[in-house]
């Protein structure tokens, strides 16, 4: 978000002390519930609309909530809603108002005139705040991408026409308009992420290739921001990822190891969180990222147990699924945060998800019963094949117990016949030693 009053707050400067505090927004919300959504899901929205507000660093000053079937061309709101909450911007010295819902060009045109402080949908919220936590370079480039694609129909009414005319015979005529030049320069930066974008996917996918020559079993952590995957990943995997109790606090995939009672080595991999009406941009500038998660072999779906529309958010993140090609893999709804929850909330969300399995990744509790699952999960989909095994190759022994898990192993005069459950992309590498 743009930058509001910034002086206020801020204490004077001396010629030792240099005090960098930082002033945060004033926000006033603004939401409709245009549709079918009820009251209920409307302030839930709201509600959530106040955490991103706060992720990105504005304090949720007021919150409105105006029920209305259809937006008003002009203004979203209606004129008279508009004049009236232009006087509480001017009581309530709000620097920026957001609104629940994408506003046309147009109309964000017309509403900043009006309140004369900055105005921003939910989408520029969520893209800021994938500004603010991008680290790697994919990250950056990606948000920037979508940030320039969402920028791109709203260049006009930004800034006056500056004609540029030449000084001599031959030269002179209407030039250039701003808005020409700034369209101009955005399309040849888009083009240029795009490229660089696309030079980092084809890396990837040849990294993703060296991976598959040995491969193993790949479980996605998928779910709503904030329901607790990283802290998921670090429990069972031992990882270090950051943990924040705040909204999209992982952008960038994290991928770690993890060991199986059987012996077998499984990849479990981290990724964004979802959010309704995920931004459309967002959703076409990761992509790539988000498309990686069509390969895992098992989805672990984590949800909040404490969130307020459960139902709302699995919908939510399913349809992010969809859009990526991924809906049709094995799916295993895990209930997290169990901690923070009365046991009759925890029988409700159970009615609600009757096949989940409950966990809280923070005590540790049903940790063991998850990682079982996820075993007997994998090992259903592998093939049990029977392998004879000279002596002499110990490193195809090592290489079976390292990627499969071994069933029966009997040694024999030449040999050591051996039982595994194994992926039938791994169980190609050692067809040399299959024993029909």
Avoid at 36 to 60: K, N, Q, Y
Avoid at 97 to 108: K, M, Y
């Amino acid at each position: 978000m743009s930058s509001g009053q910034q002086g206020r707050g801020r204490r004077r400067l001396t010629a030792t002390e240099v005090d960098l505090e930082v002033v945060r927004q004033r926000a006033l919300l603004v939401g409709t519930g245009i549709g079918t959504r009820s009251v209920e899901v409307a302030e839930e929205s709201l509600a959530e609309l106040a955490r991103l507000t706060d992720t990105a660093g504005a304090d949720a000053v007021e919150i409105v909530l105006q029920r209305r079937d259809h937006p008003d061309s002009r203004t979203y709101i209606g004129k008279g809603k508009a004049e009236e909450l232009r006087e509480s911007v001017k009581a309530l010295d709000i620097d920026v108002v957001i609104f629940d819902d994408e506003l046309s060009p147009a109309q964000q045109r017309n509403l900043e005139k009006i309140f004369e402080v900055d105005v921003v949908d939910r989408v520029a919220l969520i893209l800021d705040i994938f500004a603010q936590h991008a680290a790697s370079q994919e990250g950056m480039l990606q948000v920037e991408l979508a940030q320039l694609r969402y920028q791109m129909p709203r260049l006009r009414g930004r800034g006056g026409v500056l004609s540029q005319q030449g000084g001599g015979i031959g030269t002179r005529g209407p030039g250039e308009t701003q808005l020409e030049v700034d369209r101009r320069r955005i399309q040849r930066r888009v083009a240029r992420l795009e490229r660089d974008l696309s030079e980092l996917v084809r890396k990837r996918g040849t990294q993703r290739k060296a991976r598959m020559k040995i491969p193993m079993p790949n479980v996605a952590l998928v779910g709503y921001t904030n329901a607790g995957k990283s802290t998921v990943l670090n429990r069972i995997t031992e990882a270090d990822v950051l943990v924040e109790n705040r909204l999209f606090s992982t952008l960038d995939p994290t991928t770690r190891r993890l060991r199986l009672s059987g012996g077998e080595i499984v990849l479990v991999s981290d990724t964004v969180g979802f959010v309704r009406r995920l931004p459309h941009q967002l959703v076409e500038a990761f992509r790539s990222t988000l498309e990686e998660v069509a390969d895992a072999d098992l989805l672990l779906h984590i949800v909040d147990a404490g969130a307020a529309d459960i139902i709302g958010q699995v919908a939510a993140v399913r349809a992010v699924l969809t859009a990526v090609g991924a809906s049709d893999l094995p799916e295993f709804m895990v209930i997290n945060k169990t901690d923070t929850v009365d046991d009759a909330t925890i029988a409700e969300v159970r009615r609600m998800l009757p096949d989940a399995t409950t966990v809280s990744a923070l005590t540790g509790e049903g940790i063991p019963d998850l990682l079982e699952l996820i075993a007997t999960q994998l090992r259903s989909v592998s093939n049990v094949v029977v392998l004879g095994v000279p002596y002499a190759r110990g490193d195809v022994l090592a290489s079976l117990h390292r990627e499969g898990e071994v069933l029966v192993e009997v040694h024999e005069a030449e040999q050591v016949r051996v039982q595994v459950r194994i992926s039938e992309a791994a169980a190609g590498r050692f067809a040399e030693f299959r024993i029909p």
